[in-house]
């Protein structure tokens, strides 16, 4: 019995490896093995599919009418013109080169403004795409303030800019500037001459709310370098310093022309050139009659 226990005990000794040390199986599974996936067999024909899919995409695109369907589709179909007081809105487009129908993509509106810009009544103009197929442009025009003598009256704006008449001849309702000299000079000339300055301060000055004698004056000329004469709508002429006094003493003027009025006296001449002293000339006997204010 002792043998049959020793030999059991060997046997086990034996299966541990003897001295104790493990001993790795053999059989290391089917998970432990590296093997290459498999390709399923309908891979390569979806693959195929798609590449003559993309194939034939690419050339049923190509022969797509591109140039006719742009041309039907992508178009300028509304265009608005905003500021426009003395020009026609049809010829602010024209000069942008904008129409209805123009080819949307190839639209540059830089390009529009600066050609805007050019003309000299647009003292300066916006360009902004409304929507996918529209165009707004505002535009601000030059406002008259002066007429000159050019051939026939043109007009001038606050800055000097000379404005040739509209297509119908029609100018501004607004006093004529004479002794300065303006011939030959081209529309959009900027004129800063001492009389073209002294003229734009008298059109300040007479346009001011609290005087309210912008349209009391039809001419306004600086021939003389040590004076100015106005001429009224009624034929009084106005002599005054050069450039434009005060508001009070111009204040003077307007109390003394609707004290004429109240009175139903027309007057040839009104002296305003002393301070604090307005002398009347009355158009019947050409006495003078002196005024304070």
């Not at 601000?140 to 002066?146: K, T």
């Not at 004429?260 to 002398?279: K, M, P, S």
């Amino acid at each position: 019995m002792e043998a049959g226990r020793r030999g059991a005990r060997a046997a086990a000794h034996r299966r541990r490896g003897g001295g104790g040390r493990a001993v790795t199986p053999a059989y290391q599974g089917r998970a432990l093995r590296a093997e290459p996936p498999r390709r399923r067999a309908g891979g390569r024909v979806r693959r195929a599919f798609e590449v003559l899919a993309a194939l034939a995409a690419v050339t049923a695109l190509a022969h797509v009418p591109w140039d006719a369907l742009r041309a039907r589709v992508a178009v300028l179909r509304d265009v608005r013109v905003e500021g426009a007081r003395y020009l026609d809105p049809a010829q602010v487009l024209a000069r942008a080169g904008l129409a209805r129908g123009a080819d949307l993509l190839a639209l540059d509106l830089d390009r529009a403004r600066q050609a805007l810009l050019l003309h000299p009544r647009i003292a300066d103009a916006t360009l902004a795409r409304r929507g996918p197929f529209g165009v707004t442009v505002r535009i601000r025009e030059r406002v008259p303030v002066l007429l000159v003598r050019h051939g026939t009256p043109w007009e001038m704006d606050s800055s000097g800019v000379l404005l040739a008449p509209l297509n119908d001849g029609a100018v501004a309702d607004v006093p004529l500037l004479t002794g300065a000299d303006v011939a030959g000079l081209a529309p959009g000339t900027q004129v800063g001459t001492e009389a073209v300055r002294r003229g734009l301060a008298w059109a300040r000055a007479l346009a001011r709310r609290e005087l309210q004698l912008a349209g009391e004056v039809s001419e306004v000329d600086v021939s003389d370098p040590a004076a100015t004469e106005l001429l009224l709508m009624d034929g009084t002429r106005v002599l005054t310093p050069a450039w434009p006094p005060g508001v009070r003493r111009l204040s003077a003027l307007r109390v003394v022309l609707a004290d004429l009025r109240q009175r139903g006296t027309v007057a040839r001449e009104v002296d305003l050139r002393f301070e604090h002293q307005v002398i009347v000339r009355p158009a019947a006997d050409g006495g003078t009659g002196p005024l304070r204010s």
